[in-house]
């Protein structure tokens, strides 16, 4: 005990008697033992916080249309001591969901403007990671003809159902020489089959789902993306007349903003660049590699 202290036991001794001391001296002991045991977990907690958890296991989510990109890597990945979990999800929101809520630690499904679009309107900070890797495409596909030169007169050409995707299949259609649009959109943004003001093939144009990718018989054309093709389990290589690649639709691993630099997301690149990762994707998948 310090001075000060026995100076106040001194007192104590003189005006309280022997009782009050030794209540006295109980409280002080009590104070005493709270002070080291809360100076003892904070020395704890510190040491703790010192100490970044070195990552063992990743979790990559994907969509059923790009799970050949997520699977390619896993192998190198592994073989780095991580354990590699794949997540797929039939819904596009919900693989972002789970990376914004810390389920995911990465994901691979995905383009840069859907990702920008994803974080202006839930407020998070996905990035992508560089290099961007797979690119797929549009293809113009028929089974009646071997090049556009030789496409025969009449019959049905099938496109998508959405608005978005009819606008840039009639554009893609222009641009093969196969149609003419008007200068602008009659009405909104997107052009519509109303807005072919030149059709010398004179063909109907039939919005489809996938189903048109396996019955390319009843078709002239088909329009469709490669990747989507690949999942209907048609080979997009195969009877593609013309093909359109959107530099910009380029797809890529992402993660949060706050992980970008860290070692484990460097050996993720490091694992989806090397070349077994990339002799892992096929043509038939529909994805080219971008990355160089």
Not at 105 to 115: I, L, R, S, T, W
Not at 123 to 136: A, C, D, V, W
């Amino acid at each position: 005990m310090n001075n000060s202290i026995c100076y106040f036991f001194h007192k104590l001794n003189i005006r309280g008697g022997q009782n009050m001391k030794k209540k006295i001296f109980g409280i002080l002991l009590c104070i005493s033992m709270a002070v080291i045991l809360v100076g003892g977990c904070s020395s704890t907690n510190t040491s703790s916080a010192g100490k970044s958890e070195e990552k063992t296991v990743i979790n990559i989510g994907t969509s059923s249309v790009s799970k050949d990109l997520a699977e390619s890597g896993k192998k190198a990945l592994e073989d780095m001591g991580y354990k590699v979990e794949i997540k797929v999800f039939d819904d596009y929101v919900l693989p972002n969901d789970a990376l914004a809520e810390g389920t995911l630690d990465a994901n691979f499904y995905q383009h840069e403007p859907y990702m920008n679009n994803y974080n202006k309107s839930h407020g998070t900070n996905i990035i992508m990671l560089e290099p961007k890797l797979y690119n797929y495409y549009t293809g113009l596909y028929s089974v009646k003809a071997d090049s556009i030169e030789d496409l025969p007169n009449g019959g049905a050409v099938g496109i998508a159902q959405d608005a978005a995707n009819i606008s840039v299949q009639l554009k893609q259609l222009q641009e093969a020489g196969i149609i003419t649009l008007s200068d602008k959109p009659a009405a909104g943004d997107f052009y519509t089959v109303a807005d072919i003001v030149k059709n010398p093939h004179n063909y109907d144009f039939v919005q489809s789902d996938h189903v048109k990718y396996k019955n390319m018989d009843d078709y002239t054309i088909v329009i469709g993306t490669s990747n989507t093709m690949a999942e209907a389990g048609v080979d997009p290589t195969k009877h593609l007349l013309k093909k359109f690649v959107d530099q910009d639709l380029t797809q890529g691993i992402c993660v949060l903003a706050q992980n970008k630099d860290t070692k484990w997301a460097k050996d993720i690149m490091t694992a989806y660049t090397s070349k077994e990762a990339i002799a892992n994707v096929p043509a038939s998948s529909g994805f080219e590699y971008a990355g160089k």
